[in-house]
């Protein structure tokens, strides 16, 4: 008998995946232009406060174009700058298509943990490149 409910409802992250995949290879006249706000927390070696904290609006204007504004910055500029660089890589990935997205082909993912910020769970996977490519992410 598992010692918890959480052990009960432990996400499949295949499953996590392959929906995450099927979305993103849906026919781009279908989806929608979408905004989603990201926090980003800059640390120095194994500090365990962020030297910097920025958040960032990214447009998602269409399957091979986003665009980004930083909304707010604190902290350690160098922060912002990596923040910037990181993100001027994202949106000039999109021109490339497929080569960068996220997926199984490109990354392999490992579930961190669950959060609960509404209605719907969200999970914290931690992405590891499967080549080297300044186009890709990790983290």
Known sequence: MPS???ELRSPDVNLILQRLEDVQHQD???SRPYEVT?????FRGYDKEPTSEVTAQINFVSADMKTYKITQARGNSIGQKIVRELLDRETEAAKKGLGSQISRTNYDFVLLRQENFGVVPEYVLRIVPKRKDKYLLNG
Do not use: C, F, I, L
């Open 4 to 6: 918890s409910t959480a």
């Open 28 to 30: 781009p006249a279908q």
């Open 38 to 42: 990201r926090e980003y927390k800059v």
